[in-house]
């Protein structure tokens, strides 16, 4: 009998260590063989089997960060896992491993705004350039291939305005001229969607998020299939970028309940999303609405939905806006999200980054809410009280 996904969460430990229910965190720069000939022949096993656990250094993890990109190649449907010290880390890793001086990339405009920052601003300056295309409009996106293309970055929803892309289609466009992929899936995470059994060539998670689930620790993964996998793993050894056993080992605990967590949060947005949905000053950013395009993209390629979502605010009275906000009780106000707190932020028109194709008039104002675990009767009476000082 072949066990599913949700119950190998709670007994993946067991495969590995059977005298206890979780898996030890094993912390080492200097891994001890027993004579000369003992490092070499793991250095050769290594060779021949690049994503098994035959470490002759620190850098390289410990059984603690194996266990986890164990469970998360499993979860992702992927060739391997490589686990970063924070999501952001994996977004770099992905670039940096395929894209040379010279080359170009073209990115969807919604981009988380670091991922901006870094593709159309940092890179410049080692000449790589990105062209952004408009997530609502793939044509955008065949019309900027060049010979020069090398790499297509795909975050999907868009950040803060939360529009869900043909993504098998940006697939097959990229296929037919030879360009590699690459799916921000921090939204989703691959509970949802498996961005490389779609056809990405790699999907980046970041870990902080609903991996984790408790705010308390920062990681990332970037899931590879074989194409890129050798290109990733001499950019990871380069950069030296990998998640270390304290923060694996917390992420792993927090995997144990993404399954019941990610479904929970699922269900109380999707009561928020309904109540919000009657108010005729705001319009919902989440896969709601039927028969919208947002909903039937998201129906097609996802099995179901997070608890992050997007309001366009319409309101002259930019001071109700911020008091709606800060009139919340049980919505913090902070960064982050994927914990099980709820949290709400007010998008300055600023911070959204530089984007070419988004459509905000003056009078619209982007608020983003995480909906947490708690009682969704609470936190929509919550909304219901603030609302009252929206103008
Ligand atoms: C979509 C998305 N990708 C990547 C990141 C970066 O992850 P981290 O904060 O773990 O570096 C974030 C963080 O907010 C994010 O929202």
């Known amino acids: 009998m072949k066990d599913s996904f949700k119950t190998f969460l709670k007994h993946t430990a067991k495969d590995f260590y059977n005298q206890s229910v979780n898996p030890p965190v094993v912390r080492a720069s200097t891994i001890i063989f027993k004579s000369m000939q003992h490092i070499r022949k793991t250095q050769a096993k290594a060779k021949k089997n690049p994503t098994g656990r035959n470490f ?22 992927s060739y391997h896992v490589f686990t970063t010290p924070t999501g952001f880390g994996s977004v770099f890793l992905a670039i940096f491993s395929v894209v040379r001086p010279g080359d170009e990339i073209i990115a969807a405009d919604p981009v ?31 019309t900027s291939i060049t010979k020069k293309t090398k790499l297509i970055f795909v975050e999907n929803p868009g950040s803060n305005t939360f529009d869900f892309q043909d993504l098998g289609k940006i697939i097959s466009i990229a296929k037919k001229n030879n360009i590699l992929t690459v799916m921000d899936n921090t939204w989703g995470t691959p509970y949802y969607l498996k961005p490389i059994k779609l056809g990405f060539d790699m999907a980046i998670v970041s870990a902080t998020k609903y991996y984790s689930g408790h705010s308390d620790v920062m990681g990332g993964s970037l899931a590879v299939n074989k194409k890129v996998f050798s290109r990733v793993k001499a950019a990871e050894k380069i950069t030296g970028l990998r998640l270390g056993p304290d923060d694996a080992y917390l992420i792993t605990r927090g995997l144990r309940t993404l399954d019941v967590r990610l479904d929970r949060h699922r ?97 619209e104002h982007l608020v983003r809410l995480h909906i947490g675990l708690e009682d969704p009767k609470d936190l929509i009476s919550d909304i219901k009280q603030a609302l009252k000082h929206l103008k």
């Open 56 to 77: 002759d250094y620190g850098r390289q993890g410990t059984s603690t960060t194996h266990i986890l990109q164990k469970i998360l190649t499993k979860l992702e449907g």
């Open 112 to 142: 988380y705004s670091p991922t901006r920052i870094l593709t159309e601003n940092f890179l410049k300056e080692f000449n790589i350039k990105t062209i952004f295309y408009d997530p609502n409009d793939l044509k955008t996106l065949s």
């Open 267 to 363: 269900e109380n947005a999707k009561k928020v999303a309904s109540f919000l949905s009657k108010n005729k000053k705001i319009k919902l950013l989440y896969p709601f609405k039927k028969n919208s395009l947002n909903y039937r993209m998201w129906k097609k390629y996802y099995s179901g939905a997070s608890g992050l979502m997007g309001l366009k605010i319409k309101s002259k009275k930019i001071n109700s806006v911020k008091k709606f906000v800060n009139s919340l009780k049980l919505f913090g106000y902070g960064y982050s999200w994927g914990g099980f707190e709820s949290l709400v932020l007010h998008q300055e028109y600023r911070e959204t980054g530089n984007r070419k194709y988004m459509k905000l008039a003056r009078d």
